[in-house]
């Protein structure tokens, strides 16, 4: 792949929230996608990630499970929400006591996460990096069966797609760049 073409798989991807079609997402898919993308930069080597897969077989029973943790009044919508995907992969992060760490490990699974989008993106399977509240919730963790020195760095939501979104707009980088000098200045 040229860098053009790299670039052009970059700046296309896109967040796939909702519309997916009825192609089923397989274990197999996943796993090559995974295989790849988990060549990511990672310091130290820690590779400070493991994975949960829910296919669209079993995913009434663990949207059930994990609406549970909600208040009732909104476990409807929670349940409705975690079934729209035609699978979800849980993504668990090793943490540490060390800040250092524990940003290096959430930087590699951030990366790994970015090579599996992009990964997904060339194969037309959709998805979207989800970290609603239930991510945080203790008893999701039990669910999950997350150890203490873990923590669920999201939910990815998956799924094949017809129709691609629009692009949105990005702040223009010259309006986030910096040169240091002897005071920082904005590059105008």
Avoid: C
Avoid at 1 to 9: F, G, H, I, N, P
Avoid at 15 to 32: C, L, S
Avoid at 106 to 120: E, H, K, P, R, T
């Amino acid at each position: 792949m040229s860098r053009t073409e790299l670039a052009k798989l970059i700046r296309e991807r896109r967040a796939i929230k909702k519309g997916y079609n009825d192609k089923k997402v397989t274990r197999e898919t996943v796993m090559q996608l995974l295989e790849e993308s988990i060549w990511a930069p990672t310091h130290g080597m820690r590779q400070p990630w493991r994975f949960v897969f829910v296919d669209k077989d079993h995913l009434p029973g663990f949207a059930k499970k994990v609406a549970a943790t909600y208040p009732e009044e909104r476990q409807e919508n929670r349940e409705n929400y975690l079934n729209e995907p035609n699978a979800i992969l849980v993504v668990i992060m090793e943490t540490s006591d060390i800040p250092k760490q524990w940003d290096e490990n959430f930087g590699a699974v951030s990366a790994m996460i970015q090579n599996f989008w992009l990964l997904a993106w060339e194969e037309k399977l959709g998805i979207v990096w989800k970290t609603n509240p239930h991510i945080y919730d203790e008893k999701v963790k039990e669910i999950l069966h997350v150890k203490d020195n873990e923590k669920i760095a999201a939910f990815i939501h998956m799924g094949y797609f017809d129709e691609t979104p629009e692009e949105k707009e990005r702040i223009p980088l010259a309006d986030k760049f910096e040169v240091f000098e002897e005071d920082v200045q904005k590059v105008q």
